[in-house]
């Protein structure tokens, strides 16, 4: 089946500590994003990348990195800059051009769950 | 940039009663409107969308319309059922022609359908 695959789907972080979350789709998309949910909040863009090796900030990037070595692929490291991590984080991926314009539209993964201890 | 508002933020209806989610967004190009439905730990998920090019759109239950001129829109759910509580999210992709677009989110309405 075509989808979005994001793993670990919990994740555990000792304060100090990078951690990378995994996000694959095998839809053929060229643009795949990151977003952050807080609890009753709505959507916040962190990253997002049109092309592989190229990446650009959304709105919330700072303690965040990225990289898009692949089309497929699409890594999120949290790291020890980001202050308050504990989050839902979402991927997700879509079409470029006017395929966007149709039922074709921006796909999510089932998200991962981050918790500083 | 676009910018989207959503309301309520909070809805709860009666099972068998219809709800409505209004969005409203400031940018006249944005020409693609999505509706997401995300249930408790999961990604949200495409339920309906129109264009606008189109003024309504109906899939059973659910409907969408769309004003153009006083640029908003609008998820109807008829029949509400206790499988409709979610978390429901609006957007607007301004296309811009060349290849890329501006995608942005309402902030969401959580719906409660109480049996």
């Known amino acids: 089946d075509g989808g979005i695959t994001q793993s670990p789907k919990y994740l555990f972080r000792k304060e100090g500590q990078n951690v990378t979350l995994s996000c694959e789709q095998n839809l053929n998309h060229d643009a795949m994003y990151w977003y952050r949910q807080d609890p009753g909040q709505g959507l916040r863009l962190i990253y997002y990348s049109q092309i592989v090796n190229d990446f650009q900030k959304g709105d919330i990037a700072e303690g965040y990195s990225v990289s898009r070595e692949k089309k497929e692929s699409f890594p999120l490291t949290v790291t020890s800059a980001q202050k308050n991590p504990t989050a839902f984080y979402l991927c997700a991926s879509s079409p470029l051009g006017q395929g966007i314009l149709s039922g074709n539209t921006i796909y999510f993964g089932e998200g991962s769950w981050l918790t500083v201890v | 940039g676009e910018n989207v508002e959503q309301h309520p933020s909070t809805l709860s209806v009666q099972e068998g009663d219809s709800a409505v989610i209004k969005c409203t967004y400031s940018?006249?190009?944005?020409?693609?409107f999505p509706w997401y439905k995300q249930e408790l730990g999961k990604g949200p998920q495409l339920i309906i969308d129109?264009?606008?090019?189109?003024g309504e759109k109906k899939d059973q239950r659910i409907a969408v319309t769309l004003n153009k001129t006083a640029k908003h829109f609008s998820l109807h759910i008829t029949e509400t059922q206790p499988e409709d509580s979610a978390v429901y999210f609006c957007?607007?992709?301004?296309?811009?022609?060349?290849?890329?677009?501006?995608?942005?989110f309402g902030k969401g309405t959580k719906l409660s359908v109480i049996p």
């Open positions: 940018d006249s190009a944005s020409n693609y």
């Open positions: 957007a607007a992709i301004t296309y811009s022609g060349a290849g890329s677009y501006q995608l942005t």
């Open positions: 129109i264009r606008s090019n189109v």
